[in-house]
């Protein structure tokens, strides 16, 4: 019933928003080569290039990337990155971005599927390093992922807060950042190991450059509860279930992370439209962390 309610509300979304006008939407693409595509008036796809998307970025104009996890198609990404961005648009002025990646189902067995899903999100988030970098320096960017899609977010920051901190160490400088980039991230179902976010960690760099952390906890999450059997008993649980370990992160940034039960909302599922959802119905957080609103009396 829930997960109805959860369908009926998303169609509601789409349809009521089809006859509104042009926004702003983009579409990125990487499972062959870096691909960029912008929202027509028609609500259809259009091959468009990454010079063009920086030319006309306003950087004060939230950028609101959102990725998907495991097995999903590029048709399948093409449309949901229509619904979600029609779903997104009533919340406030910004530029919505869908990054999609090659995260395909293979036939090696679910267990070796969903490790090579972990891997090839590792490896493809070069191209979310390198399009974050061509962004203006002042630019406001949210980083939205759903279960694999955190790890793609995370290793592309941690890449790119690792090059700030080394450049820093040979010019000298004490800034960490470096930039006034702002990067708000949030994690949906996060299938991603909760002990790797302390120092000397996969991810201990990334609350460096990070100026909040928003992370969404179901403990009925099926596909989450069998996440550690993925490297075999005893090893680390998900974000998405557990939260993150924060014993070994330095307290400056501890207090950039903020948990939310989103339990009532979802229950026993874990898909990319519930989980969606569940963030949106939390209007608030949506606000502050999606576009940047600080007003939290909206």
């Not at 279960?147 to 010019?171: D, F, H, P, V, W």
């Not at 680390?236 to 992370?257: D, F, L, M, W, Y």
Request: proline share 3%; charged share 25%.
């Amino acid at each position: 019933m829930r997960k109805l309610i959860f369908i009926l509300t998303f169609c509601y979304f789409v349809m009521t928003n089809l006859s509104a006008s042009a926004f702003d939407a983009w579409f990125v693409d990487t499972r062959r080569k870096f691909e960029i595509k912008q929202l027509d008036n028609n609500c259809k796809w259009r091959t468009s290039a990454l010079d063009i998307f920086v030319q006309s970025h306003n950087p004060e104009k939230p950028l609101v990337i959102v990725t998907h996890g495991y097995k999903m198609t590029y048709p399948e990404a093409k449309q949901f990155g229509i619904n979600f961005s029609k779903l997104t648009r009533n919340f406030g002025e910004h530029r919505f971005l869908f990054w999609s990646w090659d995260s395909e189902k293979e036939s090696c067995g679910i267990k070796s599927d969903t490790i090579n899903a972990g891997k090839k999100a590792d490896s493809e988030s070069k191209y979310l390093t390198d399009f974050l970098k061509q962004l203006k320096p002042e630019s406001k960017v949210s980083l939205i992922g759903f279960s694999y899609g955190t790890r793609l977010i995370s290793s592309a920051l941690q890449q790119l807060a690792t090059e700030q901190i080394t450049s820093n160490k040979i010019s000298g400088e004490n800034n960490v950042t470096g930039t006034t980039k702002k990067f708000r991230v949030v994690f949906l179902s996060a299938a991603i190991d909760q002990d790797q976010f302390g120092q000397n960690k996969k991810y201990g760099n990334l609350l460096s450059i990070t100026d909040k952390l928003l992370v969404n906890i179901n403990t009925a999450d099926p596909a989450l509860f069998l996440y550690p059997l993925l490297k075999g008993i005893g090893s680390p649980r998900a974000v998405g279930r557990n939260g993150i370990c924060t014993s070994e992160i330095q307290k400056e940034h501890v207090s950039k992370i903020k948990f939310i039960n989103v339990r009532p909302e979802i229950g026993i599922d874990h898909t990319f439209i519930s989980s969606f959802h569940a963030f949106l119905i939390h209007r608030r957080e949506f606000k502050e962390y999606a576009l940047f609103d600080d007003n939290i009396n909206k």
